[in-house]
T-cell receptor, first 116, second 111 residues
Framework: EAQVTQNPRYLITVTGKKLTVTCSQN?????MSWYRQDPGLGLRQIYY???????DKGDVPEGYKVSRKEKRNFPLILESPSPNQTSLYFC???????????????FGSGTRLTVV | GQSLEQPSEVTAVEGAIVQINCTYQ??????LSWYQQHDGGAPTFLSY????GLEETGRFSSFLSRSDSYGYLLLQELQMKDSASYFC????????????FGRGTSLIVHP
């Protein structure tokens, strides 16, 4: 089954403890992206990647890092999480960024992160 | 930059028709898309408009007016399962064609 898989689904952590949220897709997509969703604010893009070893900042990149060492994986790294990063996170992918705009992105099931 | 406006909440009764509006501001407009999200689950793609007019897909239709920077999602024969959040998203050449999402409209369908 074609899908985007995020892990973990739920995570509670403490301020300052480094964490990684994994994202993997099995569709050979070039384009991958991370979003955070907060009540009343919609989906805001954190980082995106057009292809392997190519990453760019989205609208809210502060406090996050990403890497794209291989096509299928696009992990989101929080080196020193803070309570304002408590949010619902989504990974998304598309064959390429133009096709994604035209035909939609495939989203993962989300990761609900709480930083205390 | 890009900005979008859509109502925060819309309510309707089962079997009715509802329209969710979206206005946007952007330069280098490329297209307007719509996504549905149930209860914090994965957003799913519904439709995309690049040209003026109405696109119909079953009970759902999406309309675009480029001259008015305006679009809407039309849901007909509403069902309880249509209760969800609906997001419009605008793509533009200035943003590398990557969609910017609106804040979402919560649709509540009553029996």
């Amino acid at each position: 089954e074609a899908q985007v898989t995020q892990n973990p689904r739920y995570l509670i952590t403490v301020t300052g403890k480094k964490l990684t949220v994994t994202c993997s897709q099995n569709m050979n997509h070039e384009y991958m992206s991370w979003y955070r969703q907060d009540p009343g604010l919609g989906l805001r893009q954190i980082y995106y990647s057009m292809n392997v070893e190519v990453t760019d900042k989205g609208d809210v990149p502060e406090g996050y890092k990403v890497s794209r060492k291989e096509k299928r994986n696009f992990p989101l790294i929080l080196e020193s999480p803070s309570p304002n990063q408590t949010s619902l996170y989504f990974c998304a992918s598309a064959p390429d960024h133009i096709t994604g705009a035209n035909n939609g992105y495939t989203f993962g099931s989300g990761t609900r992160l709480t930083v205390v | 930059g890009q900005s979008l406006e859509q109502p925060s909440e819309v309510t309707a009764v089962e079997g009715a028709i509802v329209q969710i509006n979206c206005t946007y501001q952007t330069s280098g407009f490329y297209g307007l898309s719509w996504y549905q999200q149930h209860d914090g689950g994965a957003p799913t793609f519904l439709s995309y408009n690049a040209l003026d007019g109405l696109e119909e897909t079953g009970r759902f239709s999406s309309f675009l007016s480029r001259s008015d920077s305006y679009g809407y999602l039309l849901l007909q024969e509403l069902q309880m399962k249509d209760s969800a959040s609906y997001f419009c998203a605008v793509s533009a050449s200035g943003g590398s064609y990557i969609p910017t999402f609106g804040r979402g409209t919560s649709l509540i369908v009553h029996p």
